[in-house]
């Protein structure tokens, strides 16, 4: 059974940084792409990265090209997202996705999810 366990949220100020994590507890075809996503309040859940366990090919929403970093340890089954010189708009909850294919941006496509973990940034 496909368990994802996000981690590593909490309250931060403007300008600081945080490293989420994603514990998978089983790769399969299913699993590979993982992905996170982010759900603000009254918003939709929009993706914000994606990777894949093979070869490592990444993509990345336009808001947040050089400041977000997604990466995975494959020994460790657990891919992370490094959240670099974060602004309020980035409060959100941040979910971690797995699913099978191709990275894409639409929630539908991904199997599994994670709980989320709150990520909140003061001003």
């Known amino acids: 059974q496909v368990r994802l366990v996000e981690s590593g949220g909490g309250l931060v100020r403007a300008g600081d940084s945080l490293r989420l994590s994603c514990a998978v507890s089983?790769?399969?075809?299913?699993?590979?792409?993982m992905a996170w996503f982010r759900q603000a309040p009254g918003k939709e859940r929009e993706f914000v990265a994606g990777?894949?366990?093979?070869?490592?090919?990444?993509d990345y929403a336009d808001s947040v090209k050089g400041r977000f970093t997604i990466s995975r340890d494959n020994a460790k089954n657990t891919v992370y997202l490094k959240l670099n010189s974060l602004k309020t708009e980035n409060k959100a909850v941040y979910y971690c996705?797995?699913?099978?294919?191709?990275?894409?941006?639409?929630?539908?496509?991904?199997?599994?999810w994670g709980q989320g973990t709150q990520v909140t940034v003061s001003s």
């Open positions: 990777t894949r366990w093979i070869g490592g090919s990444t």
């Open positions: 089983l790769r399969t075809g299913g699993t590979s792409v």
């Open positions: 996705a797995a699913g099978p294919g191709a990275i894409v941006t639409r929630p539908p496509s991904y199997m599994y």
